[in-house]
């Protein structure tokens, strides 16, 4: 299992440091996490003078996402002194994001970064992030997740044992198809791969397409196989899972802005002194405007490799956009019902929207 560490200086500040055959895994480090997951002495992750915190996440290596968490370790071993110690778990290795958040309320786990729709079980308020159209663009997106409301959805998960530091992102989502789509009509009768999530298989069937949920290491076999015609992503994981390979078209659609809150456990916050929680936060809001704008980068170079691979790539008017937005007008009749408070929620985001 892969682990990576902040930096080299770091490896050296963990006792009985022996490296294996896999990148940054330690002999000591496999022995703290034993000890972890039978709740002894070393549940605090302690190797030597350095405290080990694991953070998992679904995404492959090299993602845009999987930078950025990179790059909080680096950021937390140097402001730390190298007192704490970031062990990064991609490509789910440590489990599905069900399954983390699940270590998280045990404490089994340190960290993770899930996707919103991974968290509406355990409050409502984090499905707005999941509603489509949501953001006019991505200041307007940034505004919401950073401010007041974003901390007031994140401050709906801590009864469920989850303390957010802040919203990374994997940049916006948008269709892959293997027709041409510009207004939501010409969604009729389309088989689409979404997440499993109420409000992404809504937003897609209300157009008259077949939403789907399938695992995304199904994605690519079943788009060439034609299982499905459709599938929806940020751009990162269109060009590193490869869909643009069996697709005609990517359709900026720019659905839903992919937050991804950088979350700890409730266990382990509690365990940190002061200063050792203010060296995560301080890491975490850096990392994720170092993260956000690496997003914007990656993103032009995978637009340029899917251009260049032949397929095209449609960009929407803001008409365009508009005509999706109203189209699935059901999927905010849906959430504002949800829950007392959504159609607040919704009007607030509203007005960041009208200033941008």
């Given at each position: 299992m892969k682990?990576?560490?902040?930096?080299?200086?770091?490896l050296l500040l963990?006792?009985?440091m022996?490296l294996?055959?896999?990148k940054?895994?330690t002999a000591s480090?496999?022995?703290?996490?034993?000890?972890?997951?039978e709740?002894?002495?070393?549940?605090?992750?302690?190797?030597?003078?350095a405290?080990?915190?694991?953070?998992?996440h679904?995404v492959?290596?090299?993602?845009?996402?999987?930078?950025?968490?990179?790059k909080?370790?680096?950021?937390?071993?140097e402001?730390?002194?190298?007192?704490?110690?970031i062990?990064?778990?991609?490509n789910s290795?440590?489990g599905?994001?069900?399954?983390?958040?699940e270590q998280?309320?045990?404490?089994?786990l340190?960290?993770m970064?899930p996707s919103?729709a991974?968290?509406s079980g355990f409050?409502s308020a984090?499905?707005?992030f999941d509603?489509p159209y949501?953001f006019?663009n991505e200041?307007a997106?940034e505004?919401?997740?950073?401010g007041?409301?974003?901390?007031?959805v994140?401050?709906?998960?801590?009864g469920s044992?989850?303390?957010v530091?802040?919203?990374?992102t994997?940049?916006?989502?948008?269709?892959?198809c293997k027709k041409?789509v510009?207004?939501p009509?010409?969604m009729k009768?389309i088989?689409i791969?979404?997440?499993d999530?109420?409000?992404h298989?809504?937003h897609?069937?209300?157009?008259g397409a077949?939403a789907?949920?399938?695992?995304?290491?199904?994605?690519?076999t079943a788009?060439?196989?034609g299982?499905?015609?459709?599938?929806?992503?940020?751009?990162t994981?269109?060009?590193n899972?490869?869909?643009?390979?069996?697709?005609?078209?990517?359709?900026?659609?720019?659905?839903?802005y992919d937050?991804?809150?950088?979350m700890?456990?409730a266990i382990?916050w509690?365990k940190?002194?002061d200063?050792?929680?203010?060296?995560?936060?301080?890491?975490?809001a850096?990392?994720?405007?170092?993260e956000?704008?690496?997003?914007?980068?990656d993103v032009?170079k995978d637009?340029?490799?899917?251009?260049?691979?032949?397929t095209k790539?449609?960009e929407l008017?803001d008409?365009?956009r508009?005509?999706?937005?109203?189209?699935?007008?059901?999927v905010y009749?849906?959430f504002?019902?949800a829950?007392?408070g959504?159609?607040d929620?919704?009007e607030q985001i509203?007005?960041?929207?009208?200033?941008?």
């Amino acid at each position: 299992m892969k682990k990576r560490l902040a930096v080299i200086t770091a490896l050296l500040l963990t006792a009985g440091m022996a490296l294996s055959g896999c990148k940054g895994q330690t002999a000591s480090t496999e022995g703290n996490t034993a000890a972890k997951n039978e709740g002894s002495e070393s549940d605090s992750g302690k190797s030597g003078d350095a405290m080990v915190l694991r953070l998992g996440h679904v995404v492959a290596d090299g993602n845009s996402l999987d930078k950025g968490l990179d790059k909080f370790a680096e950021l937390v071993n140097e402001k730390s002194d190298g007192a704490l110690v970031i062990e990064v778990y991609p490509n789910s290795e440590l489990g599905d994001n069900t399954a983390m958040a699940e270590q998280l309320q045990m404490g089994t786990l340190d960290l993770m970064a899930p996707s919103t729709a991974a968290l509406s079980g355990f409050t409502s308020a984090m499905s707005v992030f999941d509603v489509p159209y949501l953001f006019k663009n991505e200041a307007a997106a940034e505004e919401v997740l950073d401010g007041e409301i974003g901390q007031d959805v994140a401050d709906a998960l801590e009864g469920s044992g989850f303390h957010v530091l802040s919203y990374m992102t994997q940049g916006w989502r948008n269709l892959t198809c293997k027709k041409e789509v510009t207004a939501p009509a010409d969604m009729k009768g389309i088989k689409i791969r979404t997440m499993d999530s109420q409000y992404h298989m809504q937003h897609f069937n209300a157009f008259g397409a077949s939403a789907t949920p399938m695992a995304m290491s199904e994605v690519y076999t079943a788009l060439q196989q034609g299982t499905i015609d459709a599938q929806e992503n940020p751009y990162t994981n269109i060009v590193n899972s490869r869909f643009y390979e069996v697709q005609d078209y990517v359709v900026e659609t720019q659905h839903i802005y992919d937050a991804d809150p950088l979350m700890v456990s409730a266990i382990t916050w509690e365990k940190l002194t002061d200063d050792q929680k203010s060296v995560l936060e301080e890491a975490a809001a850096e990392a994720t405007v170092w993260e956000r704008e690496e997003v914007l980068k990656d993103v032009e170079k995978d637009k340029q490799t899917i251009i260049d691979s032949g397929t095209k790539i449609i960009e929407l008017t803001d008409d365009q956009r508009a005509d999706f937005r109203e189209a699935a007008q059901e999927v905010y009749d849906s959430f504002e019902s949800a829950q007392s408070g959504n159609a607040d929620l919704i009007e607030q985001i509203e007005a960041v929207n009208d200033k941008k």
